[in-house]
T-cell receptor, first 114, second 113 residues
Framework: AQSVTQLGSHVSVSEGALVLLRCNYSSSVPPYLFWYVQYPNQGLQLLLKYTSAATLVKGINDFEAEFKKSETSFHLTKPSAHMSDAAEYFCAVSRATGGFKTIFGAGTRLFVKA | DTAVSQTPKYLVTQMGNDKSIKCEQNLGHDTMYWYKQDSKKFLKIMFSYNNKELIINETVPNRFSPKSPDKAHLNLHINSLELGDSAVYFC????????????FGQGTRLTVV
């Protein structure tokens, strides 16, 4: 079975500081991994995705994530946090068996302090 | 030019009522989903349809019945609403390939009183 675990339900950073949101996955087959962002009262938007083309994936708004097979991790980073980055972030993995669906982690709420 | 649209955005209803949520996508995707997001923001898939056929039916009470009249529409009908059904319901769509992301609607906040 595939799953993702997001470490830390809440992360707080100061504006301008590094953002690091952690995600570990479990998969018996090469995974396809995603990071989504959810702003208040909105749906989810894709930040970036890993589909085996490159281990370092760049996304929108200067976010990036690195796929590390040895650590089964796909952590999300951003060099400098903006107030507008405050949101809920979801790591997700897709699987093929039993139909195509995306399994989401529990989410990490990012707070950005002025 | 909304990609995935759901109606209504808010729904307040009494216990025991029956209600429907509609979803439409104009992205040409062949797969559509319903997700439930609870008060702790946890997202759980409920149903998945591919080319109008049900692929995934997670452990969902049979009071919930999805209907896909065509590839661009996936509606959710809920019978005999219960307090525990209060949540935000998201419709999403994607191409069948597993490496393509899902596009989400804005959500329907259902409150059962």
């Amino acid at each position: 079975a595939q799953s993702v675990t997001q470490l830390g339900s809440h992360v707080s950073v100061s504006e301008g500081a590094l953002v690091l949101l952690r995600c570990n996955y479990s998969s018996s087959v090469p995974p396809y991994l995603f990071w989504y962002v959810q702003y208040p009262n909105q749906g989810l938007q894709l930040l970036l995705k890993y589909t085996s083309a490159a281990t370092l994936v760049k996304g929108i708004n200067d976010f990036e994530a690195e796929f590390k097979k040895s650590e089964t991790s796909f952590h999300l980073t951003k060099p400098s946090a903006h107030m507008s980055d405050a949101a809920e972030y979801f790591c997700a993995v897709s699987r093929a068996t039993g139909g195509f669906k995306t399994i989401f982690g529990a989410g990490t709420r990012l707070f950005v302090k002025a | 030019d909304t990609a995935v649209s759901q109606t209504p955005k808010y729904l307040v209803t009494q216990m025991g009522n029956d209600k429907s949520i509609k979803c439409e996508q104009n992205l040409g995707h062949d797969t559509m989903y319903w997700y439930k997001q609870d008060s702790k923001k946890f997202l759980k898939i409920m149903f998945s349809y591919n080319n109008k056929e049900l692929i995934i039916n997670e452990t969902v009470p049979n009071r919930f019945s999805p209907k896909s009249p065509d590839k661009a529409h996936l509606n959710l009908h809920i019978n005999s609403l219960e307090l525990g059904d209060s949540a935000v319901y998201f419709c999403a769509s994607s191409h069948q390939d597993r490496n393509t992301e899902a596009f989400f609607g804005q959500g329907t906040r259902l409150t059962v009183v």
